[in-house]
């Protein structure tokens, strides 16, 4: 897997911020934000709002949390996020 970093402008508490994190960590963030129902830059905010440390770190801290509760899908094998805990595809 590619660890080439990728830094992108999101929006934090109203305030444009740029973050740079591995390209799988972005798909990561894009999969749980979709998940959820919510924006890239919905999701940021919320980790922002309990981080307290380097935000990027806090982003990929997040991640791994969801990753050991299998809450992410193995890149490349769904087209789509999964629906949200408790909810059944009809």
Known sequence: MPTTVKKRSVVVGGHRTSISLEQAFWEALQQ???REGKTI???VS???A???G???SAIRVWILDRAVEG?????GTAARAAPPAGKQEQ
């Open 32 to 34: 749980l934000a979709a």
């Open 41 to 43: 830059n919905q999701m």
């Open 46 to 48: 919320d980790i922002d």
């Open 54 to 56: 380097n935000l990027s």
């Open 50 to 52: 309990a981080r307290s």
């Open 71 to 75: 809450l992410l899908q193995p890149s």
